[in-house]
């Protein structure tokens, strides 16, 4: 690692330097003695795991309810559509949508069943 530190032209910037320098390998001294136990070291991933659980969790409710938002505002363009159509044209969408929808119903049901 290197490192270039620029130290000043006066005797007072340098007497700074040096005792920042100083600081700077004794933490470093300090650092590299330094040993985690065991256990230390199994609490930390513990907590780890449980952070990367949450995450995972809010990252999916957060899906849901945008697949939620979708789905709400997918209803409520349908439905003003549907209230700006004649009646006659309206029940047709209607009865199409509806037919739409039991067709899904019954592929998740062949699914299910060949499971």
């Known amino acids: 690692m290197r490192a270039r530190i620029a130290v000043g032209s006066t005797p007072e910037e340098m007497q700074h330097a040096v005792k920042a320098l100083e600081a700077v390998f004794l933490i470093l001294d300090k650092i590299s003695r330094i040993s985690i136990s065991e256990s230390v070291k199994n609490r930390c991933e513990k907590n780890r ?24 505002l997918e209803k409520a363009k349908l439905n003003a559509k549907l209230r700006s159509l004649p009646p006659e044209e309206a029940k047709k969408l209607e009865e199409k949508m509806r037919k739409a929808e039991e067709t899904k119903q019954k592929k998740k049901m062949m699914k299910m069943v060949k499971h």
């Open 49 to 72: 795991k449980k952070i990367e659980a949450v995450k995972k969790t809010e990252k999916a409710e957060i899906a849901e309810a945008e697949i939620a938002e979708k789905k709400r």
